[in-house]
């Protein structure tokens, strides 16, 4: 075994049985215990930035505040962006290389064999080539040589900065970072946000459980009147353009062609394999607008909260930069130049997940010696090569990738699917995202909104004209099979060139033919109050959208709390947002409860079910941490949920990847299948009966007992659990407004309240360094679990911390 795999064994052994919990002092006294095995481990305890530093793009300073926050500052945008390189490798290297490692299929070089698997993904989705082929575009823009001197400012850090902690524990070195790892975290980002399977799975679940059961757990529309456009939506449309693309009302949206093709085509091992790749349960996000109209300052307010996957450090980094060209402040993802979310000096802009369908699945007829598929009339071979892939501490392994016309194959057991993604082609995203911070007004936002391409997302704008919009941005695909639209949630058959988007061309540039087109997608300029959370954007579509929409139930609250205030005639201000956030009533308690309650009238309770009985009919239906109530009834719901799917969805060998959301489980009919061996009411008893049990043998007494942090963790906590955030209870579920999901880490990742031009306010859930030695690494985590946000001002009044001069790095 190489050395460097022994050191790393050693060392984390070590490091899981001793430095857990310890102080700041302590962890560092132990540290340079290890430092022998480690390398310069012990470089990492002091790391402070460089005062002065060098730049071939000439001047500027960066003031880091009180909140860890750089305040970048320069007369020329690439000095600037250099040093906005420079200063998110030193607060994220660790972050922005184990990123981009998990894109590249990388991580085994690193790690060893346990992570083949996810590897051999990444690389059969060819993630990095899509990355080669947007660069070549970006590179030619004006955003492209901003990406440059970003990059360039990475790699000056990696030259002279000691390296974060991470690296010395592990014993590596980062390699040169590059603007096409840029791009690849644009790639990350849309995946985490539109890789989606879930028409395998509803195959496999239509096969095995039948097509009934299937549409039932699986409907195309849930049934609620809460979609993001709500006919009480008053605002005005682009003038729609020239369509070709087919029906109007997206016509014969049925999920299946009616054939076994589709499923002797998938499999459940290559069902299960991709689940696991897919977005975390739960991703999603709020956000929402009122204007002027109902603001204490006349001015509009947009609220934001992003549902995306918490870790140590924090998913965001947040960061401020000032040219001439404009003053833009928000959060990025660590590896992207730009402020994805946030404000200007003109207006502020925030993205929530659509849960559009860009990902389609095709079967082919393939030949039986396996090397050629049938195309068009035609036997075509795949596109074939070979990859290695470096495994530390092990033999490397080797490959074969093959692909379609569609894009990437990917196989299990025999099964093959070709997969075609938006993501696969030059996509113009890093553009639009550089435009929106320098954009003046709603005209220029709507402008850099016709580039955004990837990924599907809905757009809430406000600006200090008193403008408002919203927008479902990305490119929307259109099917077709026999030249009728068709919905894309089902298997196509790629050799018959079903369901083809025209104009696409994987790992090339597209001209986007066969997709919506901008004027035509939903939208609403100078809307009055609109709200989004996920859920259906409209009731009545125009073009195909997609199917995977979150339950109603964030978005009914936002709009009931927003519709009342509106009524009142009380005006709104950011304080009033920022409660909004923070909301825990559960529209789950208020639609189960009752008939939960009404099953227990009915049942001979014991002195436990009744007391139970009691505190749920006593509770508020918020889900706070002190809550009793709030915690038998999250351990009732997942009971329930349980006891409802597992006996036929075990018998089908379906895990739990396959189970449905709550809404449709609250919303099954007395008579389901579900319920043919137990009654509905007997089911929800019973959960009751366990959850009490539960809550009994683990010694709970309130809800923030169970709902922790605890599963907010570094990537490499397991081995160095000093490196997470201490355990603290929370409130908020994975159905209310205060999102979060203890299950899968899930919750609200930065959360911002802005008045344009006025009141502007943010908090991580962590710190904005990644250095475990650093001030900043946890120090906003409290502030996060309260909602207390600080000030997202466009200025610091603080001493300069760097000063880049002219000169060669």
Not at 364 to 383: M, V
Not at 403 to 408: A, D, L, S
Request: charged content about 30%.
């Amino acid at each position: 075994m190489p050395a460097d795999t022994t050191r790393r064994g050693v060392l984390a052994g070590a490091l899981a049985a001793g430095i857990g919990g310890l102080t700041l002092t302590g962890a560092r006294e132990l540290l340079e215990q290890f430092a022998p095995l480690s390398g310069r481990a012990w470089n990492a305890a002091d790391r402070t930035l460089s005062e002065s530093v060098e730049s071939p793009y000439g001047e500027a300073t960066v003031r880091i505040d009180d909140d860890g926050v750089p305040h970048v500052e320069a007369d020329d945008e690439a000095a600037a962006y250099f040093a906005v390189g420079y200063v998110q490798a030193f607060d994220r290297l660790f972050q922005l290389d184990l990123q981009r490692r998990v894109m590249r299929g990388q991580l085994s070089e690193l790690v060893g064999d346990a992570t083949l698997e996810d590897d051999e993904f990444h690389v059969r989705m060819a993630f990095a080539e899509a990355a080669e082929a947007t660069w070549e575009y970006v590179a030619g823009t004006p955003a492209g040589a901003l990406v440059e001197a970003y990059a360039d400012g990475v790699n000056e850090a990696i030259e002279r900065e000691p390296l974060p902690l991470e690296f010395e524990l592990l014993g590596y070195e980062p390699r040169e970072w590059t603007p096409v790892d840029s791009m690849l975290m644009e790639k990350q980002i849309s995946w985490d946000l539109t890789g989606n399977f879930g028409e395998l799975r509803r195959e496999l679940v239509a096969d095995r459980l039948g097509e009934e059961l299937a549409e039932t757990l699986y409907p195309e529309r849930l049934d609620h009147d809460t979609p993001i456009l709500r006919d009480a939506v008053d605002a005005d449309r682009l003038e729609g353009g020239d369509s070709d693309s087919g029906d109007e009302t997206g016509s014969e949206t049925g999920t299946s062609d009616g054939s076994n093709d589709a499923v002797d085509a998938v499999g459940s091992e290559l069902a299960s394999w991709l689940s696991r790749f897919e977005s975390p349960t739960g991703v999603g996000s709020n956000s929402w607008v009122v204007s002027g109209e109902h603001t204490t300052s006349g001015t509009p307010i947009v609220a934001y909260d992003p549902h995306l996957t918490l870790m140590t450090p924090p998913l965001w980094y947040e960061q401020h930069v000032e040219t001439p060209e404009t003053s833009v402040r928000g959060a990025t993802f660590p590896g992207v130049p730009f402020v994805i979310s946030g404000a200007n000096e003109s207006g502020t802009w925030s993205f929530t997940n659509v849960g559009a369908d860009v990902l389609d699945c095709y079967r082919y007829e393939i030949d039986a010696d396996g090397e050629r598929y049938r195309y068009a009339g035609e036997w075509r071979e795949f596109e074939t090569s070979e990859r290695e892939l470096a495994v530390a501490g092990d033999e490397n392994r080797t490959i074969t990738l093959r692909r379609t016309v569609h894009g990437p194959v990917l196989e299990r057991e025999q099964r093959t699917v070709g997969v075609a993604w938006t993501g696969h082609t030059a996509t113009r995203t890093t553009e639009a995202i550089y435009e929106f911070g320098r954009s003046g007004g709603l005209e220029d936002l709507l402008e850099a909104t016709r580039r955004f391409d990837l990924p599907t997302q809905n757009l809430v704008y406000a600006d200090t004209d008193g403008r408002t919009l919203y927008y479902a941005t990305g490119k929307f695909p259109v099917r077709t099979v026999d030249g009728e639209a068709v919905s894309g949630n089902r298997v196509f058959d790629g050799s018959a060139g079903e369901g083809e988007w025209e104009g696409f061309t994987p790992f090339g540039e597209s001209s986007w033919d066969g997709f919506v087109p901008f004027e035509e997608k939903p939208h609403a300029i100078d809307p009055d109050v609109l709200a989004t959370a996920n859920q259906r954007v409209v009731d009545d579509p125009e073009h195909y959208v997609g199917v995977a929409y979150a339950s109603p139930y964030r978005g009914a609250r936002i709009y009931d709390r927003l519709d009342e205030r509106v009524a009142s005639g009380e005006a709104t201000d950011p304080e009033f947002h920022r409660d909004l956030q923070s909301d825990t009533r559960d529209g789950r308690a208020d639609q189960l409860v009752p008939e939960l309650l009404e099953a227990l009238e009915a049942h001979e309770a014991d002195d436990g079910l009744e007391d139970a009985a009691a505190t749920l009919d006593d509770w508020d239906r918020r889900m706070d941490r002190n809550s009793a109530g709030a915690l038998v009834f999250a351990r009732w719901m997942d009971h329930v949920r349980r006891l409802t799917l597992e006996p036929q969805f075990g018998d089908a060998d379906l895990d739990e990847s396959y189970y449905p959301g709550d809404w449709e489980i609250a919303t099954l009919p007395d008579d389901s299948d579900l319920y043919a061996d137990r009654s509905r009411a007997e089911t929800m008893v019973e959960a009751l009966a366990e959850a009490l049990e539960e809550i009994d043998d683990e010694g709970w007494d309130v809800y923030g007992d169970w709902n922790t942090t605890r599963t907010i963790e570094h990537p490499f906590g397991a081995e160095a659990p000093f490196l997470d955030y201490d355990e603290r209870p929370l409130d908020g579920s994975r159905a209310t407004v205060n999102n979060y999901r203890v299950e899968s880490a899930v919750g609200s990742s930065w959360r911002m309240v802005v008045e344009p031009g006025g009141d502007a306010t943010a908090v991580l859930p962590g710190g904005n360094s990644g250095d475990y030695f650093s001030a900043h690494y946890d120090d906003q985590f409290e502030r996060w679990i309260d909602n207390d946000q600080k000030p997202m001002d466009r200025t610091s009044d603080g001493g300069v911390t760097v000063t880049f001069t002219e000169g060669s790095s």
